[in-house]
């Protein structure tokens, strides 16, 4: 998947500000404008559109870990400076403290079936015999399932707090 769309599912499913989005960013190292990240939300035909490169979508997401999961002591993770959509998804996957089972059930909600041999190969080791790289389709349907989940999940948590 291409990484400005990486940025822009991201930010629409956790709902984050430009403010927050700069947190992000600061929380793994990396210093970031308000311009950089409203040029990079843009669609590719505008004329201000700028590519985010690999590292700085990695650091990205390693600031969605450090805000999800609590910033580790110590020297932070250093960024990819290639990714692809398994490094994506397995680093979601960590942020979220999510297990193969929750993994599945949102595949469920979009109607994809796949079984978890099937998903633990998108999260093993690139030279393992077992490695499957993850095609465009399950990160998008992934990111796409989180998204009707979390939905769900504060659509649930405002009507107990009306209660």
């Known amino acids: 998947m291409d990484n400005n769309d ?18 992000l960013f600061g929380s ?8 950089q990240i409203s040029n ?4 590719d035909d505008d004329p201000d559109y700028k590519g985010i490169l690999d590292f700085e979508l990695s650091t990205f997401l390693n600031g969605v870990i450090n805000d999800k999961r609590g910033k580790k002591e110590g020297e932070q993770p250093s960024p990819e400076k290639k990714l692809n ?9 960590i942020a979220l403290k999510y297990r193969d089972e929750d993994i599945l059930d949102i595949f469920k909600l979009v109607d994809l079936r796949i079984s978890k041999t099937e998903l633990s190969a998108f999260f093993r080791n690139p030279k393992q015999n077992q490695y499957k790289p993850c ?10 399932g989180l998204q009707m989940k979390l939905k769900e999940d504060s659509k649930k948590t405002s009507k107990k707090n009306k209660h």
């Not at 990486?6 to 947190?23: C, G, T």
């Not at 793994?28 to 311009?35: K, P, Q």
Request: aromatic content about 16%.
């Open 135 to 144: 095609k465009d389709q399950f990160l998008r349907n992934f990111l796409q």
């Open 6 to 23: 990486v940025l822009r599912r991201v930010r629409y499913i956790f709902d984050f500000s430009d403010d927050k989005m700069i947190a």
């Open 40 to 43: 990079w939300l843009k669609k």
């Open 28 to 35: 793994a190292n990396y210093e970031v404008t308000r311009a």
């Open 85 to 93: 959509n398994n490094i994506v998804f397995k680093k979601l996957k």
